[in-house]
């Protein structure tokens, strides 16, 4: 009997595996999956922009999100930025871009590439690098920074 008694006192005080549980059933964060889903809003955002679809293109952005010229001051917000890719789709030049490699973790993520700007026969207007920093909203990577740089040699 009182070998039973002490049996149960040291089995009730071992923690069951099987009742753990976690705060949140949350999935481990995955790189490559994340990588995948910043190239499919890639494709969505040569999409929209080739389509000229300046509203779609904005709400790949977060609702805070930025996008950071050279030589201007930051657009702010999915209606500014609407406002200010419509202006670049008006001027009829195709993009390409290329991404090189993607980093981060479940909260953030950063990608950096290379960009050309090229006019309406494939002549090269412009050829950049950029960084984009891609945050989590509503359960997909959206654009949260979008920066950019030239790499043509200012004229004097």
């Known amino acids: ?3 039973t008694l002490i049996f149960l006192a040291i089995s ?3 923690n069951n595996p099987k ?3 976690t705060e949140q059933n949350v999935p481990a964060f995955n790189l490559d ?3 995948q889903s910043v190239e499919y809003q890639n494709a ?3 999409k929209a922009f080739e389509n000229s679809d300046s509203v779609g293109l904005a709400n790949l952005f977060t609702s805070d999100g930025k996008m ?3 030589g201007s001051p930051s657009i702010v917000g999915r209606a500014a930025i609407a406002s200010t890719v419509a202006m670049f789709m008006r001027m009829n030049i195709k993009r390409q871009a290329k991404t090189i490699d993607v980093w ?3 909260d953030l993520l950063v990608e950096e590439g290379t960009a050309s700007l090229l006019d309406q026969k494939g002549v090269e207007l412009d050829h950049a690098k950029y960084l984009v920093i891609w945050k989590m909203e509503d359960g997909q990577w959206k654009l949260f ?3 950019w740089n030239t790499d043509l040699v200012a004229s004097k």
Do not use: H, L, W
């Open 1 to 3: 009997m009182i070998a």
């Open 12 to 14: 009730s005080c071992q």
């Open 19 to 21: 009742e753990k549980t």
């Open 33 to 35: 999956s994340a990588r």
């Open 44 to 46: 969505a955002f040569q």
């Open 68 to 70: 950071m010229m050279p």
């Open 104 to 106: 981060g973790n479940g």
């Open 145 to 147: 920074r979008d920066m």
